[in-house]
């Protein structure tokens, strides 16, 4: 496959508005059209002008299930799904204004960004696209959670995900993208997910302050009672909610039966663009979330230090 890709942008900004899922504050988000080689910035309009934070690993401040970058003391939140949307759309340039701390979770999936900017929205720019490439294979693994990460040396970028999280509802799952696969039908549309169980100690604990019913995958691993279905309708403030056959909450209609595995797809590509670019490597991760993720795209920034 030939890599000579000239770097992309985009045509016009393009501005979302909605709640973020862990502080539950509306923000305005607005992802603009930027030069060749600035990469992915994020700015802060409501703190400064001219405050950016790079999208790079080593501003990892927090990975309490979402990515949070910080710089100079300004922090961004959540910021995996639109940096798997641009990632997956080949976008290498564009500075995010937001207007408070974390970024609107949305319908917890890419789409709305990938809708938005799909159709026109992309433009081709006079240089050759950077791709990151590495010169030997990076292992990073965790005893504590039993995940790992493998990345080895590629002419192109290439994801694998395998989860289990010994759940009888959703069982082994696996997903892959490269970049013959369409991201915008085959990723970018899956969405964030929650297992029953763990909603009432994150409401309890300030964590979901942003969830709805619009926005997670429910997984309903162990039976519950009338009650705590009818408990769970009030919190999200809905009509009444049911336990599917299949084991979901009737909240929504899955777009994959392995939904829950491309959404932890989507995750690893929005992670792994805190490497600095698009990062010419097989990624290989079993079990991954957020914490393993950004240490392996530390650990890829730390290479690329040594290479220099």
């Not at 502080?23 to 950016?52: H, M, Q």
């Not at 694998?160 to 509802?169: A, E």
């Not at 926005?215 to 909610?241: C, G, R, T």
Request: with cysteine.
């Amino acid at each position: 496959m030939e890599m000579k890709q000239l770097q992309q942008t985009l045509r016009k900004s393009y501005s979302f508005e909605g709640k973020g899922l862990h502080t539950g504050k509306v923000a305005v988000l607005t992802i603009n059209p930027a030069p060749v080689n600035t990469g992915i910035k994020f700015r802060r309009t409501d703190i400064s002008a001219d405050g950016y934070i790079d999208a790079l690993a080593e501003y990892v401040s927090s990975t309490d299930r979402s990515t949070t970058l910080t710089h100079d003391g300004i922090s961004v939140t959540t910021v995996e799904h639109l940096l798997s949307a641009l990632t997956g759309m080949g976008i290498d340039n564009a500075v995010i204004d937001l207007d408070n701390v974390e970024v609107p979770i949305l319908d917890g999936s890419a789409k709305p960004y990938i809708d938005a900017i799909w159709k026109d929205g992309i433009v081709e720019q006079d240089a050759p696209r950077k791709y990151v490439e590495i010169d030997r294979e990076i292992t990073v693994t965790s005893e504590k959670t039993g995940s790992s990460i493998i990345i080895t040396p590629s002419d192109r970028p290439s994801f694998d995900v395998k989860i289990d999280f010994n759940s009888k509802v959703l069982g082994l799952q696996e997903a892959h993208w490269d970049m013959s696969v369409n991201y915008a039908e085959e990723v970018g549309v899956c969405r964030t997910f929650v297992f029953f169980h763990e909603i009432e100690y994150l409401f309890r604990n300030n964590l979901i302050k942003g969830g709805d019913v619009d926005n997670a995958i429910v997984i309903v691993e162990h039976p519950v009672s009338q009650d705590q279905l009818e408990h769970m309708s009030k919190l999200f403030n809905v009509p009444m909610l049911e336990r599917c056959e299949n084991g979901y909450l009737n909240n929504l209609q899955l777009r994959f039966p392995n939904e829950c595995a491309r959404h932890k797809l989507l995750d690893l590509i929005g992670d792994f663009r805190l490497v600095g670019g698009f990062l010419k490597a097989d990624v290989k991760a079993v079990r991954s979330g957020h914490t393993i993720n950004t240490n392996a795209a530390r650990e890829v920034r730390k290479l690329l230090n040594t290479l220099k």
